[in-house]
């Protein structure tokens, strides 16, 4: 008998949730960066071993604050995760507590599946002692089905999360090809890398309003081509991203084009265009236009 099953990996923007969803898989599946509202769109990693077959739910961090089209659709699309899933992995930094961890908190507490709490990022707690009263404090806030430190970045502690997350898959045909690691298609796979190059090599405000779009996608021998479009708001986001003579553009461009070596297994020619279309990220039609829509 083969088990298949969904497991939502949620939290606040940064604690480490798209860092889980790819090391567990082995690979770089979704993009991530020391910046809040790195992931916009839920992206499915699945993870066959044997008979059970485990699909994880990446989902962009909920947050508070922000008005904007584009932020309401990454609430909306976080919180219907959690709808209709087998297990809700709900991610917080070992760190800290704050006012969006108790907003998800108050989400999770009304999902009718088992809720874990993740504690990740355990390896930067300076005191290792202040780890225990800490999940004591966890364990009155909510009945979690299992508090499970660990480690994303460095692995700690992953096996027992996976091996506890497994024992909740529901018998069942499985939905995935055993080889298929992904519901998302390639030309998404490498929008998202120029976007994470973009995302670690500008400042704070730039990234949140940055689109990008694969206008060519296709092999030419043993060379794969590929044109993106980087989107943004305003004239000086272009010449931002530009740089001095271009040598922004042409870094993101060569970070960009190593890692979808890396992912497609060929030689990749990339190139990179950049336009203004102010008021993208308020427009919902915009949005669904770019990809930003519900599945
Ligand atoms: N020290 C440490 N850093 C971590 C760990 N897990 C993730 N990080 C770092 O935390 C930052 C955010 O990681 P992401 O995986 O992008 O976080 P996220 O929750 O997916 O963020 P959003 O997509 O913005 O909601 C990155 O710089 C990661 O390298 C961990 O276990 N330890
Ligand atoms: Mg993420």
Known sequence: MTHCGYVAIVGRPNVGKSTLMNHILGQKLSITSRKPQTTRQQILGVKTEGHVQTIYVDTPGLHLGSTKAMN???????SDAMV???????????ERWTDEDQAVLEKVKHVRCPV??????VDKLEDKDTLLPKLARY????NFAQIVPISALRG????????LTESLMPEGGQFYP???????SSRFLASEIVREKITRQLGQEVPYEVAVQIEEFAFEGETLHISALILVERNGQKRIIIGDRGEKIKLIGKEARIDMESMFQAKVMLNLWI???SGWSDDE???????YQEQ
Do not use: C, P, W, Y
């Open 84 to 94: 209709d899933v087998d297990a809700v992995l709900f991610l917080i930094d070992a």
């Open 178 to 184: 055993e080889d298929q690691i992904t519901d998302r």
């Open 275 to 277: 336009k203004v279309r």
């Open 72 to 78: 309401r659709f990454m609430n909306k699309t976080a």
């Open 156 to 163: 700690k502690n992953l096996d027992r999360l996976e091996r």
């Open 139 to 142: 364990s009155d806030m909510m």
């Open 285 to 291: 039609r915009a949005l669904a236009s770019l990809g």
């Open 116 to 121: 874990f709490l993740v504690v990740n990022k």
